[in-house]
Nanobody, 114 residues
Framework: QVQLVESGGGLVQAGGSLTLSCAAS???????MGWYRQAPGKEREFVAR???????IYADFVKGRFTISRDNAKITVYLQMNSLEPEDTAVYYC?????????WGQGTQVTVSS
């Protein structure tokens, strides 16, 4: 497993942008990485994933607003979020598809005001 630390969350107005970062403690070169989120009273849900070869997958609700990227040299994964909506308010978690169990960060709060 790897240790993951998210940062970059905060309070932003609707329509604004934020970039989340996920710093890993070890190499992520061979690990698929992802972002999830959990809103109050709701289950954690998938947001985006980037594979080791750079292919990306997004949840439908992203609608082209978010971009996931990775910098293996800096062992960091990013989530660029544009056109934020109040419905995007949640704690955002970084995930590493390590074996035998996934690794999770502690989360970073994103609050979007209307």
């Amino acid at each position: 497993q790897v240790q993951l630390v998210e940062s970059g969350g905060g309070l932003v107005q609707a329509g604004g942008s934020l970039t989340l970062s996920c710093a890993a403690s070890g190499s992520i070169f061979s690990i698929n990485m992802g972002w999830y989120r959990q809103a109050p009273g709701k289950e954690r849900e998938f947001v985006a994933r980037i594979s080791t070869d750079g292919r990306t997958i997004y949840a439908d609700f992203v609608k082209g607003r978010f971009t996931i990227s990775r910098d293996n040299a800096k062992i960091t994964v990013y989530l660029q979020m544009n056109s934020l909506e109040p419905e995007d308010t949640a704690v955002y978690y970084c995930n590493a598809a390590t074996w035998p169990t996934s690794s999770w960060g502690q989360g970073t709060q994103v609050t979007v005001s209307s």
